[in-house]
């Protein structure tokens, strides 16, 4: 069914190619109207409008086939999602110019007469316009793809889409993040898929007095962990100390999943920030029985 229409437009291309170079001749069908000119007129513009939108879509049809030929890649990745940016950008500027000949307007002197009032807009859109070249930029490069797992800034999540304007991240609550390319481009991202060696990692802050020994939370951790062990690498659990401060402890705990699984990874974060939960507030309680020193008076002192 797509070659069938492939086909049908490729015949509808060439009978417009062959009316805007005259060797379809259609004026007889209207040789007796009134406004025969007009219509002549009218007739030519739009069959340079539809010559120009379908030989776009053909470039971008054929550039996506090959692509993905080529590559073996048959979802939308960066590249398709740029080629396909691309595309809207150009139909959208085909379909303004066609509109501004239509009424007789050339587009170079329009530009000319009103070019005051353009480059007030420019100044205007300056954002919108950095936000499409930024967007443009990271859907043709391979620093972020859809897919990846990602911290950007202060959110961190998955990206399910790179349009002109946002980045749209989900994160570990199911909310959708919409980050402008601007704030992305000038923020610290972290790619997590990129790396060599996918290791999940779980961040938290513990106070010192319901911290024993790092060892002894940690094995604690990983017999939490235990329904899910065949699933995970052995001898790949660690719980690092990345900061010591005055009354607490912030601590990473990470392992290697053998398939990386989002949903796995939702369940595993689960279970080990309970049993974290229960783990200080049972070390609270017992910290609350233990009675406070008494106050012993100093000789010498009232």
Sequence with gaps: MKY????????????????????????????????????????????????????VDFIQFFTVWWYRRRHKVWGDDNFV???????????VTGIVVGILSLFRIQVKELFTSLSIIFAGL???????????????????SSQLSIGDNVSIGQHRGKITDITLQNIHL???????????????????????TKREIKRTSIDFEIDLKHLKTVEELESILVEVLSPFKDLIKPESYYLRVAEVKKEHVALKFQYILKDP??????????????????????????????????????????
């Excluded at 999602?81 to 139909?91: D, E, H, K, N």
């Excluded at 420019?122 to 043709?140: E, H, Q, R, V, W």
Aim: net charge negative.
């Design 170 to 192: 989900l994160n570990d609550d199911d909310d959708m993040i919409y980050i402008p390319n601007n704030v992305a481009m000038n923020s610290e991202v972290v790619n997590y």
């Design 81 to 91: 999602i740029g080629v396909g940016q691309i595309y809207s950008l150009l139909l």
């Design 122 to 140: 420019a100044i205007l859109t300056k954002d919108y316009i950095s936000n499409m070249i930024n967007g443009m930029i990271m859907t043709f």
């Design 261 to 302: 699984n989002k949903d796995l990874e939702r369940q595993i974060r689960r279970r080990t920030v309970r049993r974290l939960v229960e783990i200080i507030s049972e070390r609270e309680k017992i910290a609350d029985q233990i009675p406070d020193l008494p106050d012993v008076d100093t000789p010498g002192h009232a």
């Design 4 to 55: 069938l229409i492939l086909l049908f437009k490729a015949f509808i291309f060439g009978s417009l190619v062959a009316i805007r170079l005259g060797e379809w001749d259609v004026s007889r069908f209207y040789a007796t109207f009134k406004y025969r000119e007009a219509l002549d007129y009218y007739i030519t513009a739009l069959a340079s409008l539809a010559l120009f939108l379908m030989l």
